[in-house]
């Protein structure tokens, strides 16, 4: 398998559920983010790891907890969360940060809807 | 603030050319890319402009003028699967991709 992987595609859950999301990269990148798009608005960035580090984590609410245990793997923790986080969540990936003509990879996406 | 503006929806017929422009204002500049995502798909790169002038890449083309602070994607010979949405994004000095909302173009026969 090629490219970056997201499970699960869809997801429905209620405010009091626990869930997570994964992502899998296989392009040897040592990057990887998580983004929220909404219907007609900007890709939100998330949160950003390189080499498993946190190094980027943009006032996103702590029902949200990311985790990388190690380069090739991104998970997105969720737990109590909102009807309005329902969202489209995007994981990506990219060579490195801090390099500006390295392009981002990203998977298909997570479709989240809570109820 | 950092804002990045991009038309919300355009409208082109098969076979024609149609020009998606951006404006972008962010703290710094890493430059400005554009990406193409088809609905219900993951985003896909199409091009990246750090100095100023067209870059031409088969059908598509990318032009940036940073003293302007502007971008355009040009599309030409127009398919049908060139429907999607078009995604302008700018790299500011923190090398984080500041996103405009994106483009839907529709292709008509």
Redesign the interface.
Known sequence: ETGVTQTPRHLVMGMTNKKSLKCEQHLGHNAMYWYKQSAKKPLELMFVYSLEERVENNSVPSRFSPECPNSSHLFLHLHTLQPEDSALYLCASSQDIGTPSYEQYFGPGTRLTVT | GQN?DQP?EMTATEGAIVQINCTYQTSGF??L?WYQQHAG?????LS?N?LDGLEEKGRFSSFLSRSKGYSYLLLKELQMKDSASY?C?S?DS?????????TKLIIKP
């Open positions: 990045i919300t890493n430059g890319f798909e993951a985003p896909t790169f990246y750090v995604l994004a790299m923190n090398y984080q991709l500041i996103w405009g909302a994106g």
